[in-house]
């Protein structure tokens, strides 16, 4: 019976140091400002306002999805872009805003040929712009129309060093990039005429 009884105050213990462990190692950062879990962000929406219209429209990628929204861009045209994160009906930008050091967008557009300029007011310390406001000139929305032409947006948590620079890559352009760090967030989204 004592056997039974140290077993089961044993198990328990584990039980009890797994959970334990299993809770704190979700904090990625002490900083309490950046308290941003991927797993809580539902949505990544991009609000795009055509300069030439003024009218915005709203694309949203939901995490998890296995579809993605379809961004329509006219060719020669300039749209001025913001990033909108959300968990639930909760707007979770400011948190970014908030741990804006921590944070990084890069915005790859694998068949397209667009201009894009970091327009953000705030800077990070190191001078880089995160991306969540851009100004997005289209010069060809979609470079070849057998191939699907996307935006892959990704957010980086805590890169050791960015740059806003662009290089091509394929057909496309990739806006930024970094080093180290891991990723908060990506979405996908199609792009078309």
């Not at 105050?9 to 704190?24: K, P, Y």
């Not at 667009?114 to 969540?132: F, M, P, W």
Request: proline share 2%; glycine share 6%.
């Amino acid at each position: 019976m004592k056997n039974i009884f140290k077993n089961t105050t044993l198990i328990l213990g584990l039980l009890i140091i797994a959970f334990s462990l299993s809770v704190t190692s979700c904090n990625r950062s002490d900083d309490e400002s950046d308290d941003l879990p991927q797993e809580e962000l539902s949505d990544v929406l991009l609000k795009v306002t055509d300069v030439a219209t003024g009218v915005p429209v709203i694309y949203d990628y939901q995490v998890n999805s296995t579809t993605n929204p379809n961004v329509k861009l006219i060719d020669t045209h300039t749209y001025n872009v913001e990033v909108i994160f959300k968990n639930g009906e909760e707007d979770a930008t400011q948190e970014i805003k908030d741990a804006i050091d921590a944070h990084f967008l890069v915005f790859n557009f694998p068949n397209s040929d667009i201009a894009l300029t970091r327009t953000d007011a705030e800077t990070r310390k190191d001078g880089k712009r995160v991306g969540l406001k851009t100004k997005w000139v289209v010069n060809k929305a979609v470079k070849n129309a057998s191939t699907e032409s996307q935006l892959v947006l990704t957010l980086y948590h805590e890169a050791v060093s960015v740059s806003e620079a662009s290089s091509v890559s394929g057909n496309g352009v990739v806006f930024g990039s970094h080093t180290g760090g891991e990723t908060d967030a990506q979405a996908t989204y199609k792009i078309s005429n």
